[in-house]
Every structure is written in structure tokens, then in C-alpha cells.
């Protein structure tokens, strides 16, 4: 089976940084995504990892350590715009099985 | 295009009505999927294709029929659905071979069982 765990709810500054653990329990990893999603909206994609590391993309950074099952989404100069929910997902199984975290609502304030 | 597009964005149906939910993108990809989506929860998998097999199927009641006509389409076909099963349902698509894996939601149809 598989486990992936992330915090429920964080709250953080305009303009700072907060960072997203995700844990995850899985057999046939194949790769770690790192998807968005307003209410009422469909996920979008932010990120993918499948290598140990950091990869950067604009304000957002993921990492990856597949020995400690550990990953975090690092979102920097934070924007009102970036309040939503921070889902962190496993592929696994091939290019088959993409199964969700219960996701983080991140709530950004002035 | 980049798209995948859902139809229809909302369905209201009866438990007795048979419906169905299609969903259609043109970028190629040889992976589609069903996710359901209740509220403030995550997506659960439901049914992925590959090359317009059935490779997994999430023990998912026999009320929910997939059918994947071509490489392009995909529809859920609903019948004796219970009020449990109001939620969104989201169809995704992905590449199988080269690529990320990275998965293209549609926006959704928003099932509400009365």
C-alpha cells in the first residue's frame, strides 16, 4: 500500500518563505509531483522530482531524498495568489499510478 | 493544445438515471484517468487506461463503467449511483513513454445524486 503524509492546514506572510514536508510509504517509486489547487478548481502542475535534490522553478523549489521518503515544496516571496491547497503526489507503478496526499491549505496573510 | 476538456461541467442526476461523463484531449498521451474528488479532500484514483486498455481499476463499484472508445476519449458511464457518489470527477492524461508523468487535469464535472 502507500502512505504519504503533509501537514493539513499551514498559515504564512506575504512576501516570506514557507516550506511543505511531504512524507510518503511506497513501493515502485518512480517519482514525486507537486500539484496546486484552488476550491473548486482542478490541480495544477507545480513540480516533479524523481532524483535525489532541489529543483528550482521561479518562487518554487522541490526536493527530494528517496532514502528518507522525503520531499518538501519550498515557496519563496510569497503572494495572496498562493493561498490554496499544496498537494503532494507518488507515481508509482510506471507512468500509471499518480496517488494524492491529503493535501496542505496554505493560507497566505497580509 | 494542452487541454483536456470534460463535458458536462455540472450533472444532476436521479439513482435510477443512466448518465454519463466524457472527457477528450488531443496531446497525444496514451494514459487516461478517472480521479473522484470529494470536498476537501484529495483526488482518489479510479480507473487509469493505457493505451486504451484498462491497467487499473481501484476496486471501484461496478456502477461506474470506463470506457476509452480511441486514444483521445474517455467516458465514466454512471447508472444506480447513490447520493455518496455526489462529488467532482476529475479526467486526467498523461504520457506513457518519455515525459514527466505529469499528469493534465481537466476542470472537472461537478456530479450532484439526488
Known amino acids: 500500500g502507500q502512505n504519504i503524509d503533509q501537514p493539513t492546514e499551514m498559515t504564512a506572510t506575504e512576501g516570506a518563505i514557507v516550506q511543505i514536508n511531504c512524507t510518503y510509504q511506497t513501493s515502485g517509486f518512480n517519482g514525486l509531483f507537486w500539484y496546486q489547487q484552488h476550491a473548486g478548481e482542478a490541480p495544477t502542475f507545480l513540480s516533479y522530482?524523481?532524483?535525489?535534490g532541489l529543483e528550482e522553478k521561479g518562487r518554487f523549489s522541490s526536493f527530494l531524498s528517496r532514502s528518507k521518503g522525503y520531499s518538501y515544496l519550498l515557496l519563496k516571496e510569497l503572494q495572496m495568489k498562493d493561498s490554496g491547497s499544496y498537494l503532494c503526489?507518488?507515481?508509482?507503478?510506471?507512468?500509471?499510478?499518480?496517488?494524492f496526499g491529503i493535501g496542505t491549505k496554505l493560507q497566505v496573510i497580509p | 493544445d494542452t487541454e483536456v476538456t470534460q463535458t458536462p461541467k455540472h450533472l444532476v442526476m436521479g439513482m435510477t438515471n443512466k448518465k454519463s461523463l466524457k472527457c477528450e484531449q488531443h496531446?497525444?498521451?496514451?494514459?487516461m484517468y478517472w480521479y473522484k474528488q470529494k470536498a476537501k479532500k484529495p483526488p482518489e484514483l479510479m480507473f487509469v487506461y493505457s493505451y486504451e486498455k484498462l491497467s487499473i481499476n481501484e476496486s471501484v463499484p461496478s456502477r461506474f463503467s470506463p470506457e476509452c472508445p480511441n486514444s483521445s476519449l474517455l467516458n465514466l458511464h454512471l447508472h444506480a449511483l447513490q447520493p455518496e457518489d455526489s462529488a467532482l470527477y476529475l479526467c486526467?492524461?498523461?504520457?506513457?513513454?518519455?515525459?514527466?508523468?505529469?499528469?493534465?487535469f481537466g476542470e472537472g464535472s461537478r456530479l450532484t445524486v439526488l
Open positions: 522530482n524523481v532524483l535525489d
Open positions: 496531446m497525444g498521451h496514451r494514459a
Open positions: 486526467a492524461s498523461s504520457q506513457l513513454a518519455g515525459g514527466t508523468g505529469e499528469l493534465f
Open positions: 503526489a507518488v507515481l508509482s507503478g510506471g507512468y500509471q499510478k499518480v496517488t
